[in-house]
């Protein structure tokens, strides 16, 4: 199985600073195929990048996913308020099981 | 948009079936060209997939969790279930019925938390 590490594990950032996350896979992972999740105390997480770059419906341009191969960037321009929450990366290449990272918490 | 939302009981015992429903709205499940999968989340850590099936009945699980699981889809009642056997307390989390399209997961539901406990 793939397994991805993201780090750092907490991130205190302040509203209008730039977040930088980053999740390593321990190989390759097939066609890029790397998505990115918010999620927010009591709720479910929520898409925000699939394969790697692409930002899902309705996502604000200030997130960002970049990376290939092995490593990956989620990138949050300015931060928002809203935006302090849990991130997860998961990558979907070949076969199952489709595996998630541990997450990073960004925090104030 | 497709909506889910998970159904079952929040606590059982040790060394029993684990069994929950996922109710979808806003989409056919037999005729739509869909995954419908299960993830869970222990209180207070990560996630983890456990599987998926095609709409055509084709699975796919997370080979950790030693076969036992089972995904099954009730097209009569436009919804999908879990059955999970031989629990025990690692077994307890926040189990999400979900949407995946080519893996990575468009819908998710609400969740629902299972307690394995005597």
């Known amino acids: 199985d793939i397994v991805l590490t993201q780090s750092p594990g907490t991130l205190s950032l302040s509203p209008g600073e730039r977040a930088t996350l980053s999740c390593r896979a321990s190989?390759?992972?097939?066609?890029?195929?790397l998505a990115w999740y918010q999620q927010k105390p009591g709720q479910a997480p929520s898409l925000l990048i699939y394969?790697?770059?692409n930002r899902a419906s309705g996502i604000p341009d200030r997130f960002s996913g970049s990376g290939s191969g092995t490593d990956f960037t989620l990138t949050i321009s300015r931060l928002e308020p809203e935006d302090f929450a849990v991130y997860y990366c998961?990558?979907?290449?070949?076969?199952?099981?489709?595996?998630f990272g541990q997450g990073t918490r960004v925090e104030l | 948009q497709v909506q889910l939302q998970e159904s079952g009981p929040g606590l059982v015992k040790p060394s029993e079936t684990l069994s929950l429903t996922c109710i979808v709205s806003?989409?056919?499940?037999?005729?739509?060209?869909?995954?419908w999968g299960w993830i869970r989340q222990p209180p207070g850590k990560g996630l983890e997939w456990i599987g998926h099936?095609?709409?055509?009945?084709?699975?796919d699980y997370n080979p950790s969790l030693n076969n036992r699981v089972t995904v099954s889809v009730d097209t009569s009642r436009n919804q999908f279930s879990l059955k999970l056997n031989s629990v025990t307390a690692a077994d307890t989390a926040v189990y999400y019925c979900?949407?995946?399209?080519?893996?990575?997961?468009?819908?998710w539901g609400q969740g629902t938390l299972v307690t394995v406990s005597s």
């Open positions: 979900a949407r995946p399209y080519g893996g990575y997961i468009l819908s």
């Open positions: 806003g989409a056919s499940i037999d005729k739509s060209n869909y995954y």
């Open positions: 099936i095609y709409y055509r009945g084709t699975t």
């Open positions: 190989q390759s992972v097939t066609n890029n195929y």
């Open positions: 394969t790697a770059s």
């Open positions: 998961q990558q979907y290449g070949g076969s199952p099981p489709y595996t």
